[in-house]
């Protein structure tokens, strides 16, 4: 295995390699977007749905994409092929150039082993962060390289020893965790906060709104206080990389039982079946 490899507008290069224009917007303001996804024998689960997901946020920012859904396709095989890595975590990233009419495109790669079988098992802590989210802004819906009220609130969490943080938004309601939906589960009812209080539109979340009923569960989408998520039978979060993660403690406190729940373990089995069988 050799991950010393990138994708750089469609070519397969050493990092060292792999040179961008110093002087571009997304280097100065932050103007890009990316996505992160799992490549399992160099296949993405609903990859169509993240390069949609993209373009949605390119009309917002107004930017140009310089790849299309074949090329990301390709990369995606290349790259996971030349570093002979058959579970994968894939970032892509587009970034605006010296003009906002020109982009450059990025395909990175890691392997997936900080989401250790452990996490799973016995399920992860979560803090609130002390970091809003701004539910008014487009770039709340929008996954964008402006990524640091979420990078701020994932140290937060690392700092009180917890593995992620919960953003409530400016109405005080729960949004989502730092880089992952967030699901509340209360006897057969499985809610996960609105896009309009803060949350991204996960293609996670999605697909586990979808897979809700194999797990005898209905799911909704409502606003959630952040004692609705401290007193639920079973609380998850949720992303691309990482699937369905149980959390079992917040702010120190159990949740539920404090260990995984039936309906959250049902659930992440389904997500994997769906993801695995491509
Ligand atoms: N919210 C944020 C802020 C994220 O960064 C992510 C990860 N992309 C998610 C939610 C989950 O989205 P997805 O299921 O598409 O990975």
């Known amino acids: 295995m050799d991950l010393d490899w990138l994708c750089l507008n469609g070519t397969l290069v050493r990092p060292a390699e792999g040179t961008v224009p110093a002087v571009s917007q997304g280097l100065l303001y932050g103007l890009g977007l990316f996505e992160t996804f799992r490549a399992r024998g160099g296949r993405v689960f609903r990859l169509e749905r993240h390069f949609e997901r993209l373009c949605q946020g390119a009309g917002i920012l107004r930017l140009p994409v310089p790849v299309t859904f074949a090329a990301l396709e390709a990369s995606v095989v290349a790259l996971t092929a030349r570093c002979s890595l058959e579970d994968a975590r894939l970032r892509l990233t587009v970034a605006a150039g010296a003009s906002d009419s020109e982009a450059i495109w990025l395909v990175t790669i890691r392997s997936p082993d900080d989401y250790p079988e452990t996490l799973y098992s016995q399920g992860i802590a979560v803090v609130v962060a002390s970091v809003r989210r701004n539910e008014g802004s487009p770039l709340t819906r929008v996954k964008s390289l402006n990524y640091l009220d979420n990078l701020l609130a994932r140290r937060e969490a690392r700092r009180s020893r917890a593995q992620d943080a919960i953003l409530l938004n400016s109405a005080g309601f729960v949004a989502e965790g730092s880089g992952a939906n967030l699901f509340a589960i209360r006897g057969r009812e499985l809610a996960t906060p609105p896009v309009e209080d803060g949350a991204l539109p996960g293609i996670t979340r999605e697909a586990v709104m979808e897979l809700a009923g194999e ?54 089995a389904a997500y994997l079946r769906a993801v695995t069988a491509l």
Do not use: H, M, Q
């Not at 992303?239 to 995984?260: D, K, M, Q």
């Open 215 to 268: 797990a005898g569960l209905t799911a909704i989408e409502k606003s959630l206080s952040i004692d609705e998520v401290a007193t639920a039978d079973e609380v998850f979060l949720t992303n691309a990389v990482a699937g369905v993660l149980p959390a079992v403690r917040l702010n120190e406190a159990s949740i539920g039982r404090g260990t995984p729940g039936p309906l959250t373990r049902a659930l992440g």
